[in-house]
T-cell receptor
């Protein structure tokens, strides 16, 4: 089945220790997104790619970076995680406006 | 700024009860509208969407939603809920381009 895969599903890191979350897709969609979702809140868009074109949301902290080496893969790098960055991170792809989500990576910051 | 409001954060119903979840958005132009659902332990998935045409759209598992442009609303309905409908429901709006705005979600618990 075509899908969006995220690894790892759970990530524990220490305050200030860089962490990378990965996302891959077999849907061959041009657009990929990273969202941050905290408990009882709406998913918050961090950035998106249209092919290799990177688009950062104005309120996304500089601490968050992303890479998309090819159509299938996209990475979220958090350079110096703070306690406030603990959240679920969702990757999604899009075709015709409909979004297809991965299962998410739950990040814990100690 | 564009926003999406979901009126109820938590809803508890008994099986066979009717469901209506409210969603309002703030944007005066053309919109694409979505309801996504997240079942326990699963990822977010599309329930239904409206792009144009008949404002009453039908989705999976007996859900439907009605777009009322004058009220900036896209409420989700189901005539008779089942225990398996227990999930979190998100309304979302796309105003053009690649950005979609999500509501904060409504957690539905259906008692068997």
């Amino acid at each position: 089945d075509a899908m969006v895969i995220q690894n790892p599903r759970y990530q524990v890191t220490q305050f200030g220790k860089p962490v990378t979350l990965s996302c891959s897709q077999t849907l061959n969609h041009n657009v990929m997104y990273w969202y941050q979702q905290k408990s009882s809140q709406a998913p918050k868009l961090l950035f998106h790619y249209y092919d290799k074109d990177f688009n950062n949301e104005a309120d996304t902290p500089d601490n968050f970076q992303s890479r998309r080496p090819n159509t299938s893969f996209c990475f979220l790098d958090i350079r110096s995680p703070g306690l406030g960055d603990a959240a679920m991170y969702l990757c999604a792809t899009s075709r015709d406006g409909t979004q297809y989500f991965g299962p998410g990576t739950r990040l814990t910051v100690l | 700024a564009q926003s999406v409001s979901q009126h109820n954060h938590h809803v508890i119903l008994s099986e066979a009860a009717s469901l209506e979840l409210g969603c309002n958005y703030s944007y005066g132009g053309t919109v694409n509208l979505f309801w996504y659902v997240q079942y326990p332990g699963q990822h977010l998935q599309l329930l239904l969407k409206y792009f144009s045409g008949d404002p009453l759209v039908k989705g999976i598992k007996g859900f439907e939603a009605e777009f009322i442009k004058s009220k900036f609303s896209f409420n989700l309905r189901k005539p008779s809920v089942q225990w398996s409908d227990t999930a979190e429901y998100f309304c979302a709006v796309n105003t053009g381009g690649f950005k979609t705005i999500f509501g904060a979600g409504t957690r539905l618990f259906v008692k068997a």
